[in-house]
């Protein structure tokens, strides 16, 4: 992928909310800008105020706030900015959420739950939010409950070129933790040109899973676990656990969002992995950070891209070819 640095205009403005500055900063330094002043600030009772510093009249403006822990304030955030950018005659506002939050709660799998990653999709739009730029949704369908322009964006060629930078690509094996998995981890596997193995999962509660049989040969290979994101990592473990049972010579795992909640230091410290690598949508806390065998890759890039493309009426799809 080219870089993106070029003049954006006086009518393009990129802020950040608080959730993940970092990434924010690297996308505005790969489009050639600074991040647009505005304040994000609590009151003592943690009510949230935002206050924008410059003039945002007819301008399009782009705000960077991945929905991560703690999620219901990252929320809130980005709510707020998009009332106020709204409040301030802005010509468009489009929100670039790295990490789209309750999204594992798209449908309903029981009686008297919610559809609560629909509830925030109206809640964006009711917001304000003109065009909703994300990466690697946790269920695809989310797209369609936008009336709104959605642009959905893959991890996918920066994980790629760090598995092939860093592995013996002949002796490779790729692994979905789940059924749910598979369509993933089977693209990954057809641009790695190896083989695919799936663990057959049952789930026995939220959080907590029992990974059972292998399907597929991963005796004297390196395996890589691919998934979208990593929360508590018990799926993870237990799924490294079948692989190296099953005769694999190392396992590894690849995902997108580093959630990284609960017990997932402790876990992941003690399994047998020997690299996790994960993308910057969320910022690693500082003890993640620590730990030896997290690789953080950044997608700043292709965010900056996506969002020069969008603002320049260009042809975005391009993207997701490698």
């Known amino acids: 992928m080219q870089s993106s640095s070029f003049t954006m205009g006086d009518n393009f403005k990129l802020f ?4 993940n500055v970092p990434l924010s900063k690297s996308i505005a330094d790969e489009l050639g800008t600074q991040l647009a002043q505005a304040e994000v600030r609590r009151f003592s009772d943690g009510e949230i105020f935002v206050e924008v510093h410059e003039s945002v009249r007819g301008c399009d403006t782009y705000i960077v706030q991945p929905t991560c822990h703690p999620a219901n304030d990252s929320l809130m955030e980005l709510l707020i900015m998009t009332d106020a950018l709204k409040r301030s005659s802005s010509n468009s506002i489009t929100a670039v959420i790295p990490y789209y939050g309750y999204a594992r709660q798209d449908r309903k799998v029981q009686p008297r739950v919610p559809i609560t990653a629909k509830l925030v999709s109206d809640l964006l739009t009711a917001a304000g939010v003109d065009r909703v730029i994300s990466m690697d949704l946790h269920a695809s369908q989310i797209q369609g409950f936008f009336n709104i ?12 070129n760090h598995v092939r930078q860093n592995y013996d690509l002949s002796k490779l094996v790729v692994v979905s933790p789940d059924s749910g998995g598979v369509e993933r981890a089977r693209a990954y596997a057809k641009r790695l040109d190896c083989s695919l193995a799936i663990i057959d999962k049952r789930r026995l509660r939220p959080n907590e ?24 990592a018990g799926t993870l473990i237990q799924a490294a656990h079948v692989v190296m049972d099953k005769g694999a010579q190392s396992v590894s795992a690849a995902c997108t969002h580093g959630v990284f909640s609960g017990t997932a230091y402790e876990r992941i410290k003690e399994s047998p992995l020997k690299e996790v690598i994960c993308c910057d949508t969320i910022p690693l806390s500082p003890l993640m950070g620590q730990l030896g065998k997290i690789t953080c890759l950044s997608v700043g890039k292709v965010f900056a891209e996506a969002i020069k493309r969008v603002h320049m009426k260009e042809s975005v799809s391009s993207l997701f070819d490698e």
């Open 209 to 232: 899973a029992q990974a059972m049989n292998l399907i597929g040969d991963v005796s004297g290979k390196h395996a890589v676990i691919v998934d979208d994101m990593i929360d508590t």
């Open 149 to 160: 322009p959605f642009d959905h964006l893959y991890a996918k060629p920066v994980i790629l």
């Open 16 to 19: 950040s909310c608080s959730a």
